[in-house]
């Protein structure tokens, strides 16, 4: 059973950057595609941004790309989501998502499908 728990949120001022983190336990974590997702109050989950097991490979959801970065350290087991130029409508909680890569790319398991395995989450607040 894949563990997974995110920390590194918190409260920023708008403009700002942050750096999450999602350290993973009880698999093979470098065969997992791992994934970023949000959900603000009232609203629908969001996909944020995908990465392959390998790192090579990485996408983002719409508007995400340019001020969020995925990437990964499979030696850490270990997958990381810099935020910059934080704005108040990136208020959420942020949740980190992996499973089993496969033949599959990371954006078809992580984005076109429901992982198997979640964190808790890690509330991100931005003050304007």
């Known amino acids: 059973q894949v563990q997974l728990v995110e920390s590194g949120g918190g409260l920023v001022q708008a403009g700002g950057s942050l750096r999450l983190s999602c350290a993973a336990s009880?698999?093979?974590?470098?065969?997992?595609?791992m994934g970023w997702f949000r959900q603000a109050p009232g609203k629908e989950r969001e996909f944020v941004a995908a990465?392959?097991?390998?790192?090579?490979?990485?996408y983002y959801g719409k508007s995400m790309k340019g001020r969020f970065t995925i990437s990964r350290d499979n030696a850490k087991n270990t997958v990381y989501l810099q935020v910059n130029s934080l704005r108040p409508e990136d208020t959420a909680v942020y949740y980190c998502?992996?499973?089993?890569?496969?033949?599959?790319?990371?954006?078809?398991?992580?984005?076109?499908?429901?992982?198997?395995?979640w964190g808790q989450g890690t509330q991100v607040t931005v003050s304007s």
């Open positions: 998502a992996a499973d089993r890569q496969g033949t599959l790319t990371a954006y078809e398991i992580v984005a076109l499908t429901t992982p198997r395995y």
């Open positions: 009880g698999g093979t974590f470098s065969t997992y595609a």
């Open positions: 990465i392959s097991w390998s790192g090579g490979t990485t």
